[in-house]
């Protein structure tokens, strides 16, 4: 990837790479934000729950300013085919990096629910902090491979995916078995359900980054394709 990574104008390079410094940044903001509301899952925290809530804001702003940047530096450099692929690729990267953080919110409003009624929800269904681990795994890896323009590192996290989403099904089998079983844990087990759904739906996101990574390195859109690596 010589050719985005360097170019004649010095300063054409240190635009891109405060750009994708800025996306990294966002990156870490939206990691920690997921690493937050799952701590919050585990332990009921108060802190933990306004935290991860109070953080979106700042990933939104700074969404917002991604998309400012990368629009006046197209404006600005009209740059060539392979530069605007880097450009459009930030761009969708960090509108899913934004639903990440919507996620983490809703698991962190959702642990809010659970906890103000009186419950842990842990004991009723520990194993969605394996699958918080997973997705998280995926976000880190599908960072690390915008960060090294890796491809073969994306197509790892698109085939993750699939590992997930099995996980995610037996957790709502498990969790629809219970209120079958006994419905007074409806309730509860919704709200964890809701919960699930937005892990899951973390990875999906953590596999569109991985998608448009390799968008960006090789040219190719793999969205709504079986991928596979070679």
């Given at each position: ?82 530069d605007l692929r880097l450009v459009f ?142």
């Open positions: 990837m010589e050719d985005i990574l360097h170019h004649q104008s010095s300063q054409f390079d240190e635009e891109l790479g405060r750009l994708r410094s800025d996306v990294l940044r966002m990156g870490g903001l939206v990691e920690n934000q997921v690493a937050t509301a799952i701590e919050a899952y585990g332990a009921c925290d108060p802190r933990a729950i306004e935290e991860t809530i109070a953080r979106d804001q700042d990933i939104n702003a700074l969404e917002k300013q991604i998309d400012d940047e990368s629009a006046q530096l197209i404006a600005r450099r009209q740059p060539t085919a392979v690729g930030i761009i969708k990267i960090v509108t899913d990096l934004e639903r990440i953080g919507d996620e983490a919110k809703k698991i962190a409003k959702g642990v809010r629910r659970i906890c103000d009624a009186g419950s842990n929800p842990t004991q009723f269904a520990p194993s969605i902090r394996q699958l918080a681990k997973a997705v998280m795994i995926m976000t880190r890896e599908s960072l690390d491979a915008f960060a090294r323009l890796d491809s073969a590192l994306a197509q790892k996290v698109i085939v993750d995916d699939d590992g997930v989403d099995a996980e995610y099904k037996e957790i709502l089998h498990r969790l629809v078995t219970d209120m079958i079983d006994d419905n007074t844990t409806i309730g509860l087990a919704m709200d964890i359900i809701w919960i699930a759904r937005a892990v899951e739906r973390i990875g999906d996101h953590a596999k569109n980054v991985a998608e448009h990574v390799i968008f960006i390195v090789d040219g190719r859109d793999v969205r709504h394709n079986a991928y596979q690596i070679d």
